[in-house]
């Protein structure tokens, strides 16, 4: 009897710059785990702040040439297996936010806390890809058709005195 092999790739994992090193890309894809720096407390605060911010809010408030819906909780993804040459592809990772159409479509939001750049989205092209490919063809529920993936981009503009103290002003660009 052939034992199949499994990989898992997580979307996280796919944009340009933790492609740097091929071998390493291919090494962790077959379970090796390589050390990593501790991930900044900072980002993880702006990441819950940006949530909080915006779930539940109209997809106008992103960008207006949206298609009428509401932002929610990315949550986790996971594709069904997909073979190629006695191997199978798994993806799994967590989506930052999921937008819901009113037509009954989705779209992948990825959050990014940088400069907005074309170049940017370039290199999240195959992040955002990965959950598309998840949610159209999910390992259990009913696929989703993603009509639409980008990254919503904060860049820090200007710092301002409030009440509760000093507060960042940041612009937001989206970037399908």
């Known amino acids: 009897m052939v034992t199949r092999r499994e990989v898992r790739l997580s979307p996280s994992n796919l944009n340009y710059e933790d492609r740097r090193c091929d071998r390493c890309f291919a ?89 907005a750049s074309p170049q940017l989205g370039d290199a999240y092209r195959p992040q955002l890809a990965a959950y598309q490919w998840a949610l159209s063809r999910p390992a259990s529920d009913d696929p989703e058709e993603v009509s639409v993936a980008g990254l919503l981009v904060f860049a820090p503009e200007s710092m301002v005195d409030t009440e509760q103290g000093r507060a960042y002003l940041v612009s937001t660009t989206w970037i399908p």
């Open 27 to 115: 090494e962790a894809a077959n379970g090796e785990s390589w050390p990593q720096g501790p991930f900044p407390g900072i980002f993880a605060k702006l990441d819950s702040q940006q949530r909080r911010y915006f779930t539940d809010r109209s997809t106008s408030d992103i960008d207006p040439t949206l298609p009428p819906g509401t932002l929610h909780n990315g949550g986790r993804v996971q594709s069904a297996p997909h073979a190629i040459g006695g191997v199978d592809f798994t993806i799994r990772g967590s989506m930052d936010a999921l937008l819901r159409f009113d037509d009954g479509s989705v779209g992948v939001v990825d959050f990014k806390s940088s400069t």
